[in-house]
Nanobody, 127 residues
Framework: QLQLVESGGGLVQPGGSLRLSCAAP????????IGWFRQAPGKGREGVSC????????DYADSVKGRFTISRDNAKNTVYLQMNSLKPEDTAVYYC????????????????????WGQGTQVTVSS
């Protein structure tokens, strides 16, 4: 089973930046769409962004559009989430997840579709 490992979380001041990474050590995830999700304290998990297996299509939650950028390097089996202009409301545990799919023209941040999940990485935005 595909195993995912997130990294790059931490404490950052409002307006700052972080880059999260999602790696699949020992696996080739060329055929997996990848999603980033987050769960803030006391709230349900929500979709943040997703990217198709080829990287040709992406989608973002309205709350992060224009601030976050998802990308992938299939040669390194890694997906990135560049987060800029961070706000306190971005504070959450961030998870990456993978779904095996042949769909290339779009990705959907539908949690139930994603069968493999990482353990999460904490992002805290605070002064």
């Amino acid at each position: 089973q595909l195993q995912l490992v997130e990294s790059g979380g931490g404490l950052v001041q409002p307006g700052g930046s972080l880059r999260l990474s999602c790696a699949a050590p020992g696996f080739t995830f060329d055929y997996y769409a990848i999603g980033w999700f987050r769960q803030a304290p006391g709230k349900g998990r929500e979709g943040v962004s997703c990217i198709t297996s080829s990287g040709g299509s992406t989608d973002y939650a309205d709350s992060v559009k224009g601030r976050f950028t998802i990308s992938r390097d299939n040669a390194k089996n890694t997906v990135y989430l560049q987060m800029n202009s961070l706000k306190p409301e971005d504070t959450a545990v961030y998870y990456c997840a993978a779904v095996l799919t042949t769909v290339q023209n779009t990705c959907v941040m539908k949690q139930v579709d994603f069968g493999s999940w990482g353990q999460g990485t904490q992002v805290t935005v605070s002064s």
